[in-house]
């Protein structure tokens, strides 16, 4: 469940009234996805949210308005945002009920950092770029989409499991 207290942007946008925000930190719902990041202000950001289907386009939002702020190209940015949808929509299907996603965003030197994690124990495969894939299929192509589309932007994409959970990363050139 999405409040008007956790995301008073949001709700001002939606003509909802206006609540005061709650303390950064502070838990404010299922959807404590956190307070947008200054842009400008940071090199990293990061976000938690329970993996439900509202949670993606929030997340998507937030990586869209901290990118706004760094020098990245449009092409970078549209790599990102399709890569943190199809990851966090990965989550929210592949997630264990009560678990927590999170997201995280880097900038150092010139390079960008997209990493989307959850609590789960078993990792996604990495598509086999010389593997045949089945048109009918009804899923699967997502991950293949953003290991493509990351690869031609000359950056890569890798799976990091611990005892903690399951990370996906991109890393990407800023331009």
Known sequence: MLTTAAFPAEAAAAGAPAASAPAIGAPSGPLDIGAPASPRARTFAHWAAEPVPAAVPILRARVRSVL????????????????????????????????RMRVGLAFDGGRLRLEVADQGLRPPRLPDLAEEIDPGAEGGRGLLIVQLLVAEAGGELSVVASEFGTAVRVLLPAS
């Open 68 to 99: 706004a702020g760094w020098p990245v190209s449009a092409e970078v940015v549209d790599v990102l945002l399709l890569a943190v949808s199809e990851l966090a929509g990965n989550v929210v299907q592949h997630a264990a009920a009560g678990g």
